[in-house]
């Protein structure tokens, strides 16, 4: 893919520490969909370089990225206040109040999605090998009632923790966690677990979708892999053009629209390896045929 060196990185729940140049050999690849229902906007995402990282809040599932923690907040209100202010709070029964009030409060945010915004972006996906069948739910939820586009990728897993791909995992029930056992939010391992079982976790409504997720840290700045828009703090990743090995515009795409954005790709000689199809019904069956534009 011509990628022949990336920065090494150790996460520790939101941060992340350069530790070096690191040499890779080689990179194993995923092959994955994505469905968008603006097809100009996915046509100049793919001339941009960049796609739009989502916020674990934003999802169109009220229980994505959910989790329920039992007992008190584990987050220590000196770690919120400062030891200084906690050590004078402890000897007066105001004071005492006060750092239940605060524990109630973190905890109500721990529970939100809201929460794991402060932590991670992410882009979903869904393998390039889904049934037929799955198509057609496909383009009609996730691509506009097929008026918006999908873009086929060819993504390496992971490179060495700058991004994370793995396979959601579809369960009847929410992540938990005894928050009493957890000393700090931002370090301790239960805690970082908690976190990370909720961004790879949704229920078994969803499994139609076969869905893949890529995690980015909010913390990450490698120019060669993110792009962050500082005014609203929007995150995206850099996508190479090789990365992406076909584009098909859904059944109902504007195509008198899209044809002179796919003329001005397809002169240009980074996007020449990319197929371009038109999604149309089958006069017979209940699937979708393509067609190369």
Same mark, same amino acid.
Request: hydrophobic share 35%; with cysteine.
């Given at each position: 893919?011509?990628?022949?060196?990336?920065?090494?990185?150790?996460?520790?729940?939101?941060?992340?520490?350069?530790?070096?140049?690191?040499?890779?050999?080689?990179?194993?690849?995923?092959?994955?969909?994505?469905?968008?229902?603006?097809?100009?906007?996915?046509?100049?995402?793919?001339?941009?370089?960049?796609?739009?990282?989502?916020?674990?809040?934003?999802?169109?599932?009220?229980?994505?990225?959910?989790?329920?923690?039992?007992?008190?907040?584990?987050?220590?209100?000196?770690?919120?206040?400062?030891?200084?202010?906690?050590?004078?709070?402890?000897?007066?029964?105001?004071?005492?109040?006060?750092?239940?009030?605060?524990?109630?409060?973190?905890?109500?945010?721990?529970? &939100?999605? +809201?929460?794991? !915004?402060?932590? *991670?972006?992410?882009? %979903?996906f869904t393998r390039e090998t889904a049934s037929i069948k799955s198509?057609?739910?496909?383009?009609?939820?996730?691509?506009?009632?097929?008026?918006?586009?999908?873009?086929?990728?060819?993504?390496?897993?992971?490179?060495?923790?700058?991004?994370?791909?793995?396979?959601?995992?579809?369960?009847?029930?929410?992540?938990?966690?005894?928050?009493?056992?957890? &000393?700090? +939010?931002?370090? !301790?391992?239960? *805690?970082?677990?908690? %976190?990370?079982?909720?961004?790879?976790t949704k229920g078994t409504a969803w499994a139609c979708e076969k869905?893949?997720?890529?995690?980015?840290?909010?913390?990450?700045?490698?120019?060669?892999?993110?792009?962050?828009?500082?005014?609203?703090?929007?995150?995206?990743?850099?996508?190479?053009?090789?990365?992406?090995?076909?584009?098909?515009?859904?059944?109902?795409?504007?195509?008198?629209?899209?044809?002179?954005?796919?003329?001005?790709?397809?002169?240009?000689?980074?996007?020449?390896?990319?197929?371009?199809?038109?999604?149309?019904?089958?006069?017979?069956?209940?699937?979708?045929?393509?067609?190369?534009?």
């Amino acid at each position: 893919m011509g990628i022949k060196e990336d920065l090494a990185v150790r996460v520790s729940f939101g941060r992340v520490f350069l530790t070096g140049l690191t040499r890779f050999t080689g990179l194993s690849m995923l092959k994955l969909c994505r469905y968008l229902g603006d097809s100009v906007y996915g046509l100049k995402s793919i001339a941009e370089g960049c796609f739009r990282l989502s916020r674990p809040s934003s999802f169109n599932d009220p229980f994505d990225c959910d989790g329920r923690a039992d007992g008190l907040c584990g987050i220590n209100p000196k770690y919120i206040v400062g030891e200084d202010a906690y050590a004078q709070m402890r000897k007066t029964p105001l004071g005492l109040i006060g750092i239940c009030e605060l524990r109630s409060v973190t905890k109500q945010q721990w529970d &939100s999605p +809201m929460f794991v !915004d402060n932590i *991670a972006r992410i882009m %979903c996906f869904t393998r390039e090998t889904a049934s037929i069948k799955s198509h057609m739910l496909f383009w009609s939820h996730y691509a506009n009632n097929g008026r918006g586009i999908r873009i086929h990728f060819n993504i390496p897993r992971q490179v060495k923790d700058v991004y994370e791909i793995r396979k959601v995992k579809y369960v009847d029930t929410l992540p938990r966690c005894n928050l009493d056992k957890i &000393s700090r +939010m931002d370090r !301790d391992p239960e *805690a970082i677990a908690f %976190c990370d079982n909720r961004i790879w976790t949704k229920g078994t409504a969803w499994a139609c979708e076969k869905e893949y997720r890529l995690r980015m840290f909010v913390t990450a700045r490698d120019p060669n892999f993110v792009k962050v828009d500082k005014a609203s703090g929007d995150m995206f990743l850099q996508i190479p053009a090789e990365w992406i090995s076909c584009v098909d515009l859904g059944p109902r795409s504007e195509l008198t629209i899209l044809k002179p954005f796919i003329k001005e790709l397809k002169a240009d000689k980074r996007f020449t390896h990319i197929q371009f199809r038109h999604a149309s019904k089958d006069p017979d069956r209940y699937r979708y045929l393509y067609k190369e534009i």
